[in-house]
């Protein structure tokens, strides 16, 4: 990758809506190859979140896995600007024209925009002793889980986790293992809507799964979809038939996964298309972006942190700083899936190679610390 002398007296501005794992790489990369860059990051927390480290909540302080952007923003040299900003096609087109985007009171120059907001939940709640993605996002769940087992008067105590993905998998592991280790009499069902755990996983990674469940007592319920909580009772739909019944919930976590609110299509440069043209000084990366190209679209850490970067690399050769780079082509190298201390299983390199046990769970563990050592001004990533 061969880097020019910008032409212009003038600093690079950019400006990157989202501060997770698409957002922080790209402005890790731009500072970089960019010394003199004016980087904007613009998010609503305090703080920039491990995501992938969320389940380990159930057993250590949400703050553990929390970095704060002052301390990033030091360590990279950006401003942070705490807050939303909501947006849709049309003010996108605004922003692209005008190149300014108005935050508050305050109007944004840029010269190059980076939409990174992630997604949401796909179903949000707010009842009592019942918890989301945003939830477990905002307070951790170690907490929630100790008030739960000292003050639950049920001789019995049930636990429905909703949503039999790779996250509600993780919690129930968890979830499993703290319980045991306070010697409480409960109940873990994890309740999903399919007739099979994992189906786009290869069929030993679900297999492994079920019989580390049954070993962990974790009961799985399938064929059946949620319906609402009333009182400390689950409503549940079974898929086949749609006859309704209920199920004892004392505490429950809804983990159905997550979608963007506004998703935006990019070309193989990572610029937003809008009526099948780009806007030029506009690009997206990260869970709500999807490339029309060869790269990956799944809604992965791997594929925000090189959408990240890939975006990144290319409004550098939109500046004229790169006179060359490739187009985000990446495919997923592996995905490992967490089931509790000294355990996991996956797939790494190819979804015939499957690992499991113990060597899973430090490759797990070495991928992990990798993004650590990203955040830390390290980049081991191979582009």
Known sequence: MTILTRKQNTPLKLIIIGGGYAGLSALITVRKQVPDAEITLIDPRPYHLIITRLHETVHRPLDSIQIPYSVLANRFNFSHKQGSISFNEEQLKVWNLNKTIQFGEESLPFDYLLIATGALPIQAVNEAAVYDLNAISQQGFASVLQHFIATTEAHEKTINIVGAGPTGIQFAFEIAHVLSSCHADYQLNLIDGGDKLLTAFPAEIGDYVEKRMIEKSISVIKNQFYQGIQANEMVLKQRQTGEKSTQTSDLTLLLLGKKPELLLHANSSGQVMLNHKPLTAIFTAGDCSYYDDLGSNLMTSQSALRKGKAAANNILRE???????????????????????????GWIGSKNNIISGLPAFIAKEAIEAQYNWLLSGVDTYIV
């Open 319 to 345: 500046a004229g700083i790169l006179c060359f780079c490739l187009p985000y082509m990446h495919q997923d190298i592996g995905y490992l899936l967490s089931l509790g201390a000294n355990d996991a299983i």
